[in-house]
């Protein structure tokens, strides 16, 4: 996992960057990061396209970057004693997309904006973008 900012009541927000990231989150908070963050991993790699111009042995030099651009941010937000509180996904980049659908859940798909409403807001401000309930809690 990499650091992505603090936010109040010493809790921070991690971006999780690999499958067994993925797979632990899903385990500590009983829900199907996993699956998404599978999903859409395989489509990143899927719409890589080797330069015309590499050599067979350079062929995957550029996958890594590809990946982290064209995929969605998965993100944890965990208390200081590591305790999972919520689980994101941002659009790649965390840039707006017109068609991309912001999630942001609790354990066991809970409503995370009950209790962690400063902490959604901090990371907001950090990617500068609106992360309403209405918007982005699939559940209400």
């Given at each position: 996992m990499?650091?992505?900012?603090d936010?109040?009541?010493?809790k921070?927000?991690?971006?999780l ?5 993925a ?10 990061v ?9 489509t990143?790699?899927?719409s ?16 890594k ?7 969605p ?5 965990r ?6 509180l ?9 840039r707006n ?12 798909n ?10 959604i807001?901090?990371?907001?401000a ?15």
């Amino acid at each position: 996992m990499r650091y992505v900012c603090d936010a109040p009541g010493g809790k921070t927000w991690f971006r999780l960057e690999t499958e067994a990231e993925a797979e632990a989150e899903a385990a500590l908070m009983r829900h199907a990061v996993d699956k998404h963050f599978r999903r859409h991993l395989a489509t990143a790699r899927e719409s890589y396209r080797t330069p015309a111009s590499a050599r067979a042995v350079e062929r995957d030099i550029g996958l890594k970057d590809h990946i982290a651009r064209a995929m969605p941010l998965f993100l944890t937000l965990r208390a200081s004693d590591g305790e999972g509180l919520a689980t994101a996904m941002l659009p790649p980049e965390a840039r707006n997309q017109v068609n991309f659908r912001i999630v942001i859940v609790g354990p066991e798909n809970s409503d995370p904006y009950v209790s962690e409403a400063e902490a959604i807001a901090a990371l907001g401000a950090h990617y500068h973008l609106e992360l309403k309930r209405e918007d982005c809690f699939p559940y209400a």
